[in-house]
DNA sequence: TTTGTAATGTTATAATATAACAATTCAGAA
DNA sequence: TTCTGAATTGTTATATTATAACATTACAAA
């Protein structure tokens, strides 16, 4: 397990650089895998998620992507799908956006803490709060498909510039 | 405290009118209490939703009030918006849909456990996924704001059914 | 009765997402 | 190598969800 169990908001020192390149390898790795084709297309939209490192929404993908020639809705949107069956990106519903995943190819939903100022995000995959869910259903007797938790807020550099202006 | 803290998947002895006539006097009064009014389009809205006991899309209500005379999408986007700023209804992200909220008036977010096969909703308070949310965000420094747990599965009518097939 | 604010109506359009079918690409079989 | 079927991508059209901008109406308090 090389990969991180979270990807809280980022520092200054963050490497975009080899974050993406560790991620490539890793999503080329999981789709031989998975017998499914790492495709140009495919690639470049990973990129332009993972690249982002904050939720990007599938028009500002297809923009980027008319820069370099014609493409329409649907391509965005089925590479989307295909990226988020293979585990390489997350949907966040409360903002009509993907990102990258931090644990690209293991089935997980993850928990979502988003900055409503810097729009950064944090991925988050906590047992405490995964075991919270899965025993309140339990409870229920509901048998759990997906668990979304986002969190909208301010993130600690925000809330630092909030208070004090 | 004479509302319930969750409302689980309805029994099948479920009374709609007194649920309905309840929530409505429990409306009323916390339109007084804030000084804001609660017009007729709010409360043929509120109705609306609340009769439902699923998740409505803003389109459903606009196609049920077309039925009886003129009506556009503003005037739902805008009454919805009233209502759950009144604490009357909670917006379920992952559907684009609105549902009666059990404790009128209070503000809290509720976690929503969603049927796949019936769309069945169940809206809890638990406290432990509550705290376990906040003892996230407070360990990493984040200021909440907003906090969305919606769980998608099966609710335990469907389960049997699709067990027993 | 006036008057200002809140509420609603109206028109147009933005933003997000998918259906349906055509064309292309590619790995493996022949 | 060529063929073939499945996967992938392209293309056109349209569905669905949501809001901007401004006009009109209703209502409470002066």
Redesign the pocket.
């Given at each position: 397990m090389s990969q991180p169990l979270s990807v809280p908001f980022l520092s200054g020192d963050h490497d975009h650089q080899a974050c993406l390149s560790s991620a490539l390898q890793a999503a080329e790795q999981i789709?031989r895998r998975r017998?499914?084709?790492f495709?140009?297309?495919?690639r470049k939209i990973f990129c332009l998620v993972w690249q982002q490192h904050k939720p990007v929404?599938?028009?500002?993908v297809l923009e980027i992507?008319q820069r370099e020639?014609?493409?329409?809705?649907?391509?965005?949107?089925?590479?989307l799908?295909?990226l988020q069956e293979m585990d390489l990106v997350h949907?966040i519903?409360s903002?009509?956006?993907y990102i990258g995943c931090c644990q690209p190819g293991s089935r997980h939903d993850g928990q979502f803490l988003i900055c409503e100022a810097c729009h950064a995000l944090a991925e988050l995959n906590t047992p405490l709060v995964t075991s919270a869910v899965e025993a309140t259903a339990d409870r229920l007797d509901f048998e759990i498909t997906r668990n979304m938790v986002e969190v909208l807020g301010l993130c600690p550099a925000c809330r630092r510039k909030a208070s004090s202006s």
């Open positions: 789709c017998n499914r084709r495709t140009e297309l495919r929404g599938a028009y500002q992507l020639g014609r493409a329409a809705p649907p391509t965005v949107y089925r590479t799908d295909f949907r519903i903002l009509n956006a």
